[in-house]
């Protein structure tokens, strides 16, 4: 009889030891496994399309530091030609200086800014919170002067004119800032991601930056 106790006892521990284990390995392990293989392959992807490692987090713990070989991720371009006027009057003499030049703004996200992906429990969803979008570079064209003119007593000078080129680079990109290009270059960044997402069969949610405190 105490023998058969004994063994009652055995087989109900390795049942109740195994329930335990299943449950673990499915509830616990098993969604933890999945994620950091998930991200592996996340890392894997972002280099062959992008060249570069966003910091990767499998749940939340950091698998991938971030690296790349690279700045800057450009994803938009846009063209302006823009204008400045410059005039100044002294004893009723006026001097004039009118420039303009064509310009080429690039857009995207300055890649020594935080880029993160985190994948919870299951693998299958990507956490991702980009950089935000910047004006990265610009570049000017050919400068045309469109006046030149000296006052008869006050000249242009060449302070005037180095002035006139600064004020034209700053008002390109004010007239940049004013359209539509971060929300173009965050636009493309995500669909950049989200066709790395697609191509692994995971879903995607793109998690903004909390407000600044006060």
Known sequence: MKSRIFWMTILCAAVVTTVFTTLLWIFFLNPITQAVKTGKEVQAQF???LNLTPRILANNAVIFAQNTPKLELVTVERQALVRHHFEESWWHSRKVFEVEAPFTAHAGLHL???FTVNIPRGGRRLEVRLPRAKILSMDMGDIRILRDE???WNKLT???REKAFRIL????????LGTDILKAATAEAEKQVRKIAHTMGCDVVFLEDPPPKD
Do not use: L, P
């Not at 680079?169 to 940049?176: D, N, S």
């Open 47 to 49: 280099v062959e399309a």
């Open 112 to 114: 020594r800014d935080a």
């Open 150 to 152: 000296d006052g008869h």
């Open 158 to 160: 060449a302070q005037d």
């Open 169 to 176: 680079t700053k008002t390109a990109k004010a007239e940049f």
